[in-house]
């Protein structure tokens, strides 16, 4: 039994001290209404794929529907009302899939996203309408694709509830996901408000609005607290399994 001890100790050490994969979450409020977050956060890049009009970034904009959400900000295709060279611009955060979409691509494959959203509308005529609706697409690396609706429609007024729409993989196989919002081809359409999304696996800690190593001249100025890494901590393990070893070895010559 004793020879097994120092195995023992390294298991302990490794299960208690070794956390899983954190999750990274974004609530795009440590930043100014209107800047560019293409690049600003770390484990992950976001895109407009819609392919015209070319340069079109995604902007961290004022919430309008504060209901439910504490939130500042959320992310959104419209640039503020002004904005010199912007594609789209508006004074409000909604937007709809006709002007795009939104693409959230992981550095490293992701096991759990999840991302909050709020249907509005510009007309009451669309309440109760479910197959007008906020969505995320969640794309695998393997080249397939699902999709998760908000299937709870707008009941009064012109905006609906906050809700969060999520998915787990595991096979922890998730590249990235696109969120927009259906709308339809009369002038009526739905809109979509998005906020605080939540990543694991695809940047390796756990923090809150950490910003890129690139932006801001600092890895973790967004205010974020990161864990340190299963490495780090296996490697302090192995430390303390070895002197307890060696301890056990010098009180037994002794």
Request: proline share 6%; net charge negative; aromatic share 10%.
């Amino acid at each position: 039994m004793k020879k097994f001890l120092p195995l023992l100790m390294f298991l302990f050490v490794f299960v208690v001290f070794v956390p899983a994969a954190g999750a990274s979450t974004i609530t795009f409020d440590t930043v100014t209404n209107g800047t560019v977050i293409d690049t600003l956060y770390a484990g992950v890049t976001f895109h407009n794929p819609l392919p015209t009009p070319a340069g079109s970034s995604v902007y961290a904009r004022t919430i309008s529907n504060t209901t439910g959400d504490s939130s500042a900000n959320g992310v959104s295709l419209f640039a503020p009302l002004g904005t010199v060279g912007a594609p789209f611009t508006n004074s409000t955060s909604p937007f709809s899939a006709q002007y795009g979409a939104v693409d959230a691509i992981f550095a490293t494959n992701a096991s759990f996203v999840s991302i909050d959203v709020s249907p509005s509308m510009n007309s009451g005529d669309l309440i109760g309408n479910t197959t007008l609706r906020p969505f995320m697409s969640v794309y695998f690396s393997d080249g397939t694709l699902t999709t998760v609706f908000d299937n709870d429609p707008v009941t009064s007024g012109t905006v609906g509830p906050w809700k969060t729409l999520s998915y787990t993989s595991a096979s922890a196989n998730i590249i990235k996901i696109r969120f927009s919002a259906q709308y339809s081809n009369t002038d009526k359409e739905l809109f979509g408000e998005f906020d605080n999304l939540v990543f694991t696996g695809g940047n390796n800690g756990t923090a809150t609005d950490q910003f890129a190593s690139t932006a801001g001249g600092g890895g973790n100025n967004g205010g974020g607290t990161t864990v340190p890494e299963p490495s780090s901590l296996i490697l302090l393990g192995s430390g303390l399994v070895g002197i307890a070893s060696l301890r056990k070895r010098l009180t037994g010559r002794g």
